[in-house]
């Protein structure tokens, strides 16, 4: 997130919720944004293919056909430059690309835009006005923008959106990406990507990659590594002959879960690192017990960029232990074996940590970042959102005020591209998936906390009313959902959530996991898979 939750909440004009079910996958925020709302009067729009429950508050509801985004982002920003609402002076000092962008938009025209959404047209005009005239407004988004092939142009489009209205750099305003899993943002800041180092410094960048080699002592690979999807094409091909699976259930979250299956049968030697016996478990040689997060010290980075420091409450199970303890007896004991030789002058090759403390201050060292997240900070009660930059920065609670981190914002001249798989007679309604409040991801946990199970019990899929009936379908029965990658059971809700055409269902239970259905088609920059766009067809059970 550009901004913090609390400057949402108290400060933005405006909250513009796109491709977000905030109020399931994100309570606490979205108890702040209905707050916002019902005390001080922020407006609030909410964009999103199916009728959430956060959308029962908003001032404007728009419901666009999954997949089209960029059109609709484009159709609003068009009638924003067509009445002159945007900020000139924001354009004309912090950015670039501007009359390549604006000649793209000129094209989406609010009616345009409405035949590719499906949104009428005095909707796009009135979000237009909305967010011109509710200034600051902050825009907030989740996997429902990302989780597409074009999901880098979709994010483009956001950012293009708050830089015309000049709402990046403020209070109240910014680009906020509600991030899906806990502490995914401190994984992806710490090197949990495979094209850039800790501290988001590329492993493509001479200087960084001699920095870190300095550091561990080891020569460093140039190419970006592989993203799991692509691992898991890699091992069916033989290229990825080993699978270390750390706190990740590729069996329930990964599109295409027979293609996945056959992968992990093709892989020679899989190693999981999990606090339960999981669906990918079944196909481990090896399995390490993992702590859980009460059971472990360290820190998470949470949506908002701040770094918590989180302590152990109760002693790890059996023969549990920490995700970091596991990793560093493993490395030590393949050192043992030869299977590196890192430079002895190396500052940190000698996986000698005798606490997290010792590995964030290792974090301060290499990743400007966090270069003044300090153990002694947080546990004096400081709230530090990165970047820190040193031992006494504050940290920084909104990015970009003033100038960009690359200088000048660049506009991006963005086209509405189609899903890649689109329905047709043989497959002629969409999925899109998601998730409920009472369960998170797989299920490895909530499915073991009986009053969660008992509220939501099964996989059901959510169809409409007319596609019920067409397909005889009651509500409560039995249904088959069926795409070109797999076929799945489970129980019918009739709802008008969802349009005609349009069905929903979760992926948390692996018997009838949406991911035997969905598309594993990835964007090509972000290599993300099509998780909220694929074909399918229903029947009765």
Request: proline fraction near 6%; charged fraction near 25%.
């Amino acid at each position: 997130m550009t901004n913090s939750i609390r400057d949402i909440a108290e400060e933005s004009q405006c909250i513009f919720i796109i491709g977000s079910n905030t109020t399931e996958n994100h309570p606490v925020i979205g108890t702040k944004i209905r707050r916002a709302k019902r005390q001080r009067g922020a407006k609030l729009i909410v964009a999103d293919p199916r009728r959430i429950d956060i959308a029962d508050y908003a001032d404007l509801y728009i419901r666009h056909r999954p997949g089209t985004d960029i059109a609709l982002l484009n159709g609003i920003m068009h009638v924003i430059l067509r009445e002159g609402w945007q900020d000139d002076e924001f354009i004309a000092d912090r950015t670039e690309g501007f009359e390549a962008f604006k000649e793209t938009v000129a094209k989406y025209t609010p009616e345009v835009a409405s035949e590719i959404t499906g949104v009428p047209a005095e909707k796009i005009e009135l979000a237009a006005r909305m967010m011109a005239e509710n200034r600051p407004s902050s825009l907030i988004y989740a996997m429902g923008i990302t989780q597409h092939t074009v999901g880098v142009a979709n994010v483009m489009s956001c950012a293009n959106l708050q830089m015309l209205l000049g709402n990046m750099g403020v209070p109240g305003g910014g680009v906020n990406p509600l991030r899906g899993q806990n502490n995914v943002q401190g994984a992806c800041d710490l090197g949990g990507l495979p094209n850039v180092f800790p501290g988001y410094q590329r492993v493509t960048d001479p200087e960084a990659r001699e920095k870190f080699e300095r550091a561990w002592g080891v020569p460093l690979p140039a190419e970006m590594g592989l993203t799991v999807t692509e691992m898991l094409k890699a091992a069916e091909a033989g290229n990825v002959r080993c699978l270390y699976v750390i706190g990740e259930n590729p069996m329930t979250s990964d599109p295409d879960l027979n293609h996945v299956r056959y992968s992990l049968q093709k892989t020679e030697f899989i190693v999981l690192q999990e606090i339960f016996f999981s669906e990918t478990a079944q196909y481990a040689d090896v399995i390490f017990p993992a702590a859980a997060f009460a059971e472990k010290e360290g820190t998470f980075t949470n949506t908002e960029r701040r770094i918590q420091r989180v302590r152990k409450a109760v002693e790890p199970p059996g023969e549990a232990k920490s995700d970091s303890w596991i990793i560093t007896q493993l490395a030590k004991r393949m050192l043992a074996l030869g299977a590196a030789e890192p430079d002895p002058d190396a500052r940190y090759a000698d996986w000698e940590y005798a606490s997290p403390q010792d590995v964030m201050e290792e974090i301060n060292a290499l990743s400007p970042i966090y270069a003044g997240v300090t153990y002694k900070r947080l546990e004096a009660g400081e709230v530090l959102q990165w970047p820190v930059l040193d031992k006494r920065h504050p940290g920084t609670p909104v990015l970009h005020v003033g100038k960009f981190s690359r200088g000048l914002g660049r506009f991006a001249a963005v086209d509405h591209v189609p899903p890649a798989e689109r329905p047709d007679a043989d497959f002629p309604l969409v999925l899109t998936t998601g998730r409920v409040i009472y369960h998170w991801h797989g299920g490895e946990m909530t499915h073991r906390a009986r009053n969660l199970q008992a509220m939501y019990p099964e996989a059901l899929v959510e169809i409409n009313p007319r596609d019920a009936r067409k397909a005889h379908i009651g509500d409560g029965e039995l249904m088959k959902v069926a795409s070109r990658r797999g076929e799945i059971l489970a129980k019918a809700e009739v709802t008008d959530r969802v349009e005609p055409g349009l069905i929903f269902t979760t992926f948390h239970f692996a018997e009838s996991a949406a991911n035997f259905l969905t598309n594993p088609v990835l964007d090509p920059t972000a290599k993300i898979p099509e998780f909220k766009v694929c074909a399918v067809k229903v029947e009765k059970a």
